[in-house]
């Protein structure tokens, strides 16, 4: 590690230091504050659009400020051609680092290599999102003495779409998404640059929100993933219903995709728009549930009011009829069950809800229960208190996106957050565990200081028995 803290880096935090961690990925550079360590946007992967990705080689890299548009606002720089969105941000105690060149591969520094991993996958229904976004910041985790890695992966039908030659999606002998083909890379970089920020690859905890949890999970039931990821943490799982399904192909085709061809960006953008258009309330792609293999313990949330926030279906739950429309929304996503009593006065809202995240995260809570997985539930609840809701507005309620401050340790006073770093430290995050008959889950009422936590017996059975033709 070298560190060059009296030279002032121009829009660098105050008090901030440039440092440069010689890792075998290369000599890394970023900046260090408060003691925590932040490399932005490393390149760990290259590929043709469409094509598979292979490893970057090892190289220097100024980590300083990140590539690309962190903000999504079009305020960023340009991707690198061929990398695109295959590139990571660690976040680290800086008192972990190696000390020097040679530090991370020697055996020496191996053995002192013990903090755990923790690995993040942002959202975005698969189609945006970025490794350094601000509202994801690892720095409360680095203050609490874990090495934080934020994936970046290709987004759209580059990352998702299955060529003729891939095989059946789901089938155990189907090729990868090119997006779970990219992320297996950054697993084994984060395995082979390990040791350089003083962290453990025998403890790693692989997690993500909405898509990115869906992601997480897709990629832990790669078996590539063996030995790379020892447990996963799900929140709000966003898993596709309809992705690949001969509709969509069909659009894509229509749109200029063939079956064995890379097209144009300006073609692929062209057909995704057209997938996405018959996907209003499902990814246009990504991972299915029928794909999720439990391999490994889980932790997967949910909040009960993940979309009720939309403005359409506040609008059709007030209109007379709302509890019918609902019913034929729901059979139309698969749910054939009643309506679950929590539906309440919104029960298009909870429709929606239901078949974008919690029926996936029933699903694949239920099937890591039943292969023997230790597995873990929660949900967030509208009570005292409140929270950050998916608009950067305070809300007490518990819409979608309400999960990620108390992930990241930002929402003063939450329970979650301490029991995230329980589970990262110890495979266990101290509630019960979820299991037939009882599938006890943790729920938390409110936000903040004044946020209250009970265990409930099978959180999710209503939404179990909605869609469980599914």
């Known amino acids: 590690m070298s560190d060059s803290d009296a030279t002032p880096i121009p829009g660098a935090r105050p008090g901030s230091a440039e440092v440069t961690v010689d890792a075998p990925a290369g000599a890394l550079t970023g900046l260090a504050s408060g003691g925590v360590l932040r490399i932005h946007t490393i390149p760990y992967a290259t590929a043709e659009p469409f094509g598979p990705s292979s490893p970057v080689p090892p190289g220097a890299h100024d980590g300083r400020e990140p590539i690309g548009d962190p903000l999504g606002d079009g305020s960023g720089t340009p991707l690198r051609e061929g990398v695109g969105h295959m590139q990571l941000t660690v976040t680290a105690p800086v008192d972990g680092l190696a000390a020097g060149p040679g530090d991370a591969s020697d055996s020496a520094a191996t053995a002192h290599a013990t903090r755990p991993i923790l690995l993040w996958i942002h959202g975005g229904r698969f189609e945006e999102g970025h490794p350094s976004e601000p509202w994801c910041t690892m720095r409360r985790f680095a203050e609490q003495g874990i090495v934080t890695v934020s994936l970046g992966y290709r987004k759209t039908l580059d990352g998702f779409w299955r060529m003729a030659d891939d095989g059946r999606a789901g089938a155990p002998d189907a090729a990868p998404y090119r997006a779970v083909d990219d992320l297996v890379h950054a697993l084994r ?39 790379l990821v020892h447990r996963v943490i799900a929140l709000s799982p966003g898993l596709s219903r309809g992705s690949g399904n001969a509709l969509r192909r069909l659009l894509a085709r229509i749109g200029g995709i063939g079956p064995s061809g890379a097209p144009s960006p300006e073609i692929a953008d062209k057909a995704y728009r057209l997938l996405a ?46 509890r019918i429309l609902a019913r034929a929304i ?30 996936s995260a029933v699903a694949v809570a239920d099937s890591s229960a039943a292969a023997g997985m230790p597995t873990w539930v929660g949900e967030f609840r509208p009570g005292e208190g409140t929270g950050i809701g998916p608009d950067g507005r305070v809300t007490d309620g518990a819409p979608h996106c309400v999960d990620l401050p108390r992930f990241f340790g930002r929402e003063a006073g939450h329970p979650f957050h301490d029991q995230v770093v329980s589970f990262i430290h110890t495979g266990d995050p101290g509630w019960p565990r979820y299991s037939p008959p009882e599938r006890t889950g943790r ?28």
Do not use: C
């Not at 984060?190 to 929100?209: M, Y």
């Not at 999720?292 to 949330?301: A, G």
């Open 443 to 470: 729920i938390w009422y409110g936000g903040g200081e004044r946020a209250v936590e009970a265990d409930e017996a099978d959180p999710w059975g209503g939404v179990r028995a909605m869609f469980r033709s599914r």
């Open 330 to 359: 729901g059979a139309a996503h698969g749910a054939m069950g009643p309506l679950p009593p929590e539906a309440g006065d919104r029960p298009i809202g909870g429709v929606i809800s239901d078949a974008a995240i919690r029926a």
């Open 277 to 322: 258009a018959v996907a209003p309330t499902d990814t246009a792609v990504g991972p299915r549930i029928p794909e999720i293999r439990p391999r490994v313990p889980l932790m997967v949330t949910a909040t009960s009011e993940e979309f009720h926030f939309a403005p359409p279906l506040i609008w059709a739950d007030a209109k007379p009829g709302a």
């Open 189 to 227: 970089w984060v395995r082979d640059n390990a040791a350089a920020f003083g962290a453990d690859p025998g403890n790693v905890t692989l997690s993500g929100q909405s898509a990115g949890a869906g992601l997480a999970l897709a990629l832990a039931s790669d078996a590539r993933s063996e030995g």
